[in-house]
């Protein structure tokens, strides 16, 4: 654990020398990022009492789940995605479509099949299907670079949110599905959020273990190998192409495994939650949290969610706008970092 | 590992396609397409003729994106993805002159800090522009101490008549009319000289004086024409939404790319950057006139024609004569003009271009302002064809970009072939599905275009 050893080799010499921190760390902006962030959640979550605290977190393990899992493509391979945002929903509506129990013979709509699956027998189906869907994916795009490549990610995206708006005979289209099954283990079964928050940090667990594993692996070095220079690494006799359609596959497998959850989580999903410009403020979350930086991507998730919760306590300011006026303030974070810090708050990695 | 590997063994052949098995591929899809439009149009002719009319309509909106947007990218070889907002801003800039206009004006929007905000900017571009076409110029002449004197003030008076244009859309053709009078006899002055050479004298003095005369003159009639046509007010309007999104384009440019392209010439971040433009310039008109789709206000030619038992609306011949005649202009002057030359010159080697002595600064400002110039010319042909929404401009800029990729990137031919074709075939693909699936279409077509033709229709040469 590197943070760990960091961490205490640290300590040590602060214990040795108290003045050396501050005159080492007053530059440094990963340790003002950190702080700020962390201190503003913290302070927020104190202020605001426990039932914030729950919703907040738990709208943040599942966007950083998706930061993560969106990092290990951008940060290790170099390929900027902005498509993540259809594997999230292709398992969000596997999810949805499998477990859901509602009838809709009342609804003026067309019925759509019921299968009124469990919570995790539907789990794998739907990170599967993200995966396989990814594969297909992946084998067309893999001749894309740069900012072609951004385009044609971009094709995805659109691709995906046309086919959840407009398959009505299997989504609804825009009614959405409700009534999607909460999970349960035997009789326990997670129906307060506080349970729910506890599975969603078991699995953002899971999927952070996961990446750190990859990434900390020889698998993951030659990732970054291929991230520097794909054509000296080829020369050495690794195929690069099946590295990347591989650490592709894994990344949209815990994209679909966010998109899962969400679904669970809100119980109720519609095509609204999978448009395009999320997938940009995800690919925005990662930057701002910085590049091939798992605790990154942690970080720019929180400060995402804390910026929405922050701005609903900011008077004067409508409601209706705060999604807006954090997509501005976004945007000009983004801006600001390419021009001063292209690899984001904690990253490793230039663009 | 074993995934990799996995996957390697499955995927192996199809990722690693031989050229003449891709080249087959191709072909065959090819025929295929052709064969199934064939097959259409021999089933339903008159059917047929519709799609091909909405294709051109459509067409002629792709095929004026992708003529800026190949301009830009061919010359600064970055995507700027700004491009998609400059759509939006000429759509709602029309929007915001015109919605007094629009269903009786109950969405009509004049927010004073908006007038402020592009006054501000304006006057800030203006600043510049004369600081770099005149301030070394004069500077022999005239004391710099005078010479910043005039210019900030002329530069103000520059934004201040921004913000009174923007502050008083219903009288737009009073507002103007000064401005029309300057461009026509500032034209007029221009020409008269060029015919005087031309057509009397090569070689002595030009009356000066007479042809000064004859220009005032000539722009105080037609200005007083502007004065007392309120029907003008809605071309007006399209011309002042051009030019606030070609500003909004240079003020974009001098303020943050040039800074950033000294920093880091990274395609990829120059590219992000402008996303986060695009980001923050989407939820800024969002704010402004909320995220409901609009109405443009009517225009001519919303009566449709029949011409062959197919309809086409007035507006879409306009919009496709507009696109031919955007693209005769852009060419005459890459191809003809001491500007084409500059600018493919930039393209081709932007260090060897500054040291052969051309301006960058002042070329690549003018490309981009000519973008941006287009843009707003294809988000107001659209917005008065369908309606006008604030995320309308990515998905704009994303069908700008697809056709510049799929007519040939970098290649003027290109833009107008693949806008055009973009068009249609996304008409003709919908034939047998909904209308909500076009823009799948579209990109299914780039991906085949960018897998098997990467080079595009018409290549750069």
């Known amino acids: 654990m590197s943070i760990a050893t960091g961490a205490i080799r640290g300590l040590q010499e602060v214990a040795r020398d108290p003045g050396s921190w501050w005159r080492r760390s007053k530059g440094s902006v990963e340790l003002w990022a950190n702080l700020i962030v962390l201190g503003w959640a913290l302070v927020f979550m104190l202020w605001r009492g426990g039932g914030f605290a729950i919703t907040v977190g738990s709208v943040f393990a599942i966007w950083a789940v998706l930061a993560v899992s969106l990092n290990l493509v951008v940060g290790y391979t170099g390929l900027l995605s902005v498509g993540h945002i259809g594997f999230f929903g292709i398992g969000a509506y596997a999810m949805a479509v499998l477990t859901s129990s509602a009838s809709y013979e009342q609804l003026r709509t067309e019925a759509i099949p019921t299968f009124g699956w469990p919570f995790f027998a539907a789990l794998p189906i739907s990170v599967v299907l993200a995966g396989l869907v990814a594969l297909v994916v992946g084998v067309a795009f893999n001749r894309f670079r740069d900012d072609i490549y951004v385009l044609v990610s971009f094709g995805f995206a659109v691709i995906a949110f046309t086919t959840f708006l407009s398959w009505r005979n299997l989504t609804r289209g825009a009614f959405g599905i409700h009534q999607v099954a909460r999970p349960a283990i035997g009789p326990l079964v997670f129906d307060g959020e506080l349970e729910f928050l506890a599975l969603l940090l078991v699995f953002l667990g899971l999927v952070v273990l996961i990446s750190w594993l990859i990434v900390t692996s020889s698998f993951g070095r030659v990732l970054t190998a291929i991230r520097e220079d794909e054509e000296a690494i080829e020369v050495f006799g690794y195929r690069t192409t099946h590295y990347k359609l591989a650490i592709w596959v894994i990344s949209a497998m815990m994209a679909g495994l966010a998109g899962a959850l969400l679904a669970s989580w809100s119980t109720f999903i519609d095509p609204n939650s999978f448009v395009l410009l999320e997938s940009v403020l995800l690919v925005s979350i990662v930057i701002l949290g910085g590049l091939a930086s798992i605790w990154g991507s942690l970080l720019g998730a929180l400060a995402f969610v804390m910026l929405e919760e922050g701005m609903r306590f900011v008077p004067f300011l409508p409601s209706e706008f705060i999604g807006q006026i954090r997509q501005m303030i976004l945007g000009i974070l983004l801006v600001l970092l390419m021009l001063f810090r292209p690899q984001g708050l904690v990253g490793r990695f230039k663009l | ?461």
Not at chain 2, 121 to 146: I, N
Not at chain 2, 354 to 366: D, E, L, R, S, Y
Request: aromatic content about 12%; some cysteine; charged content about 10%.
């Open chain 2, 1 to 461: 590992m074993s995934l990799a590997q996995l996957s390697g063994f499955m995927l192996g052949s199809l990722l690693r396609l031989r050229e003449h098995q891709s080249r087959l591929l191709a072909t065959a899809l090819a025929v295929a397409v052709v064969a199934y439009i064939g097959w259409k149009i021999v089933q339903s002719p008159d059917q047929a003729l519709q799609f091909a009319f909405n294709g051109l309509a459509v067409g002629a909106v792709y095929a004026l994106l992708a003529m800026g947007f190949t301009l830009v990218y061919s010359t600064v070889w970055f995507f700027d993805l700004y491009y998609g907002a400059a759509a939006a801003i000429g759509a709602y800039g029309v929007f915001y002159l015109r919605s007094h206009d629009v269903l009786g004006g109950q969405y009509a929007v004049n927010s004073g800090p908006v007038n402020v905000l592009f006054a501000v900017v304006t006057a800030g571009v203006a600043a510049w522009a004369l600081h770099v076409l005149l301030y070394r110029r004069l500077l022999r002449r005239v004391s710099p101490k005078a010479l910043l004197v005039v210019g900030g003030l002329l530069a103000t008076a520059i934004g201040v008549y921004t913000g009174l244009v923007l502050a008083n859309p219903a009288e737009l053709h009073l507002v103007l009319s000064p401005l029309v009078a300057l461009l026509v006899a500032g034209v007029a002055y221009w020409g008269l000289g060029h015919a005087y050479r031309q057509l009397v004298d090569s070689t002595g003095r030009r009356p000066i004086a007479a042809i000064a005369a004859a220009a005032i003159v000539l722009g105080a009639f037609v200005a007083v024409l502007v004065a007392n046509t309120p029907s003008l007010g809605l071309y007006l309007s399209w011309g002042v939404a051009c030019l606030l999104s070609g500003t909004v384009s240079l003020a974009l440019y001098r303020g943050l790319y040039v800074t950033m392209r000294e920093r880091a010439n990274s395609p990829l971040i120059m590219l992000v950057a402008s996303l986060g433009i695009l980001l923050a310039i989407t939820a800024f008109i969002t704010i402004v006139f909320r995220s409901a789709p609009r109405p443009l206000p009517d225009t001519f030619g919303s009566e449709p024609w029949t011409i062959g038992g197919a309809n086409i609306k007035g507006f879409n011949v306009f919009a496709i004569g507009l696109a031919l005649a955007g693209f005769s202009i852009l060419l005459f002057m890459v191809k003809k003009t001491a500007f084409g030359k500059a600018v493919r010159a930039i393209g081709d080697d932007e260090e060897v271009a500054k040291v052969v002595g051309i301006n960058t600064t002042v070329i690549i400002a003018i490309v981009f302002f000519i973008g941006a110039v287009y843009a707003a010319l294809a988000g107001l042909v659209s917005g008065h064809d369908t309606a006008i929404q604030p995320r309308m401009g990515l998905l704009l800029l994303l069908k700008g970009w697809i056709a510049s990729v799929v007519g040939g990137i970098g290649s003027l031919y290109g833009a107008i072939v693949g806008g055009f074709a973009l068009g249609m075939l996304e008409q003709f693909g919908i034939w047998d599905l909904a209308g909500e699936w076009r823009d799948v279409i579209s990109f299914i077509v780039l991906i085949v275009f960018l897998s098997f033709w990467p080079q595009g229709l018409i290549p750069r040469k």
